[in-house]
């Protein structure tokens, strides 16, 4: 036996196989150390007894080093943002940072379970009071679950609405084998359902989200999916507004906060893997404007949540006319009418300075850059370029990001100190603010 051999057979050996399994959340756990530990007391002692020089020691070293390589260098994925707004009935595009960027969709996967199972429905297959049979592989899924049992059996209403409130992933695997034999199969099904409705960078391998290096999708195709459950399934759109639901005796609440806090949202599902980070779809009505904004990668759900509402407020002021009012005054009167106002006001505003230039494209440009390239950082805020006459004939052109609060302000010029780009807080009366506007 050679070397590479000894350690093929290790790695398939028993937990080290699933350790090193690159599906999995993350390769490498706290558990990890353990299990290499464990191997090096037995193989050290497998050193000695066949001599220290021995052709066994360079075998068994070599596997041992290479598995110890293998789980080190092989971290948690980072996380990569994204995030797109679009308009759900015209498909206009109001915000979009790294849209088909693909990445872990995690729970947002349930959509696609959802959509095939509403779809089913819908051609008499299944109705809502029809029991789907619980398998000892569905029973077996990690959380978040509802505990079914092997054996057991619930309703496709019930279900619905584990996938919708709960994210229960065994829930997830009873609609999948309902619906496709094995979950395997159902994934298929799930693929080619992504490529007809257009989600050309999207590939499933679970109903449920579950870590697995193949699952992949992009913000603009979880919007696309999104759209056609909107558009497809009226009937059932309002199912996602429910912040509650009882099985068995159970009040199960919803994890999606944004839902409860945010005025007009109306669902649509929440999403976490370490790999992917905290994930978020968010369908919200004004009016008669319908938004769906997508997040891919939040550091934590509360931020997560925070740069939702952003990003859907801003939206939502955009699609507003805003020439209406410039009829009645000159601009000139509406900004000094505005100013003075808000002079009396004591509150003031927290921003940050990127740069400052003698013409205002590349101070435009380079605050519009970094809101994108920061923005789950900054959570928020405006880009605003301020001039400032320094002569007669020279004004220089401030790129500044306004409406922050202080944290943010502070780890968002850490950030970009750190990456040796110009950065300064700024703590400002909040009349600034609106005379900019």
Not at 122 to 132: G, M, P, Q, V
Not at 221 to 234: E, H, K, S
Not at 310 to 329: E, I, M
Request: with cysteine; net charge positive; hydrophobic share 40%.
């Amino acid at each position: 036996m050679n070397p590479n051999s000894a350690a093929l057979n290790i790695v398939h050996h028993g937990k080290m196989s699933k350790l090193l399994d690159f599906g999995s959340e993350a390769p490498y756990t706290p558990g990890s150390k353990k299990i290499v530990a464990r191997l090096g007391t037995h193989y050290w002692k497998q050193m000695l007894h066949h001599g220290f020089f021995s052709f066994n020691f360079q075998r068994i070293a070599i596997a041992v080093l290479l598995i110890a390589a293998i789980i080190f260098a092989a971290g948690p994925v980072q996380a990569k943002y994204a995030s797109y707004v679009v308009d759900a009935k015209t498909g206009k595009i109001f915000h979009a940072v790294n849209e088909n960027t693909r990445n872990y969709p995690a729970s947002l996967t349930k959509l696609m379970t959802l959509y095939l199972l509403f779809e089913a429905v819908e051609k008499k297959k299944f109705s809502f009071s029809t029991r789907l049979s619980v398998s000892r592989k569905a029973a077996n899924r990690p959380a978040s679950r509802l505990g079914l049992k092997r054996g057991q059996s619930i309703r496709v209403k019930d279900a619905v609405m584990a996938l919708i409130v709960k994210s229960a992933n065994d829930v997830a695997s009873v609609v999948a084998e309902s619906l496709g034999g094995t979950e395997r199969r159902f994934a298929l099904l799930m693929t080619d359902k992504a490529r007809k409705l257009g989600m050309s960078r999207t590939t499933f391998r679970n109903a449920s989200g579950l870590p697995h290096r193949g699952q992949m999708s992009t913000a603009k195709d979880m919007a696309t999916l999104t759209r056609a459950i909107i558009n497809r399934f009226p009937q059932y759109y309002h199912l996602f507004k429910r912040q509650a639901f009882t099985f068995q005796g159970r009040t199960y609440r919803t994890h999606n906060k944004v839902l409860k806090s945010y005025p007009g949202a109306e669902g649509m599902k929440t999403g976490y893997i370490r790999a992917s980070g905290y994930n978020l779809i968010t369908t919200a009505r004004r009016n008669d404007k319908r938004l769906i904004g997508v997040v891919f990668g939040g550091n934590t759900s509360r931020s997560r949540n925070g740069h939702m509402k952003t990003l859907l407020t801003r939206a939502f002021n955009n699609a507003k006319p805003s020439v209406v009012v410039a009829k009645a005054a000159s601009p000139r009167k509406i900004s000094t009418a505005r100013t003075k106002r808000s002079s009396k006001s004591k509150d003031r505003i927290w921003g940050i300075q990127v740069g400052a230039f003698y013409t205002r494209k590349p101070a435009f440009s380079i605050a519009r850059d970094v809101s994108n390239k920061y923005a789950s950082v900054l959570n928020g805020g405006k880009v605003r370029v301020m001039p400032l006459r320094k002569s007669r004939n020279r004004i220089l052109y401030r790129a500044r990001i306004l409406g922050l609060d202080r944290r943010n302000a502070y780890r968002t010029c850490r950030l970009l100190k750190k990456h040796r780009k110009p950065c300064l807080e700024l703590n400002l009366p909040a009349t600034v603010e609106v005379a900019s506007r």
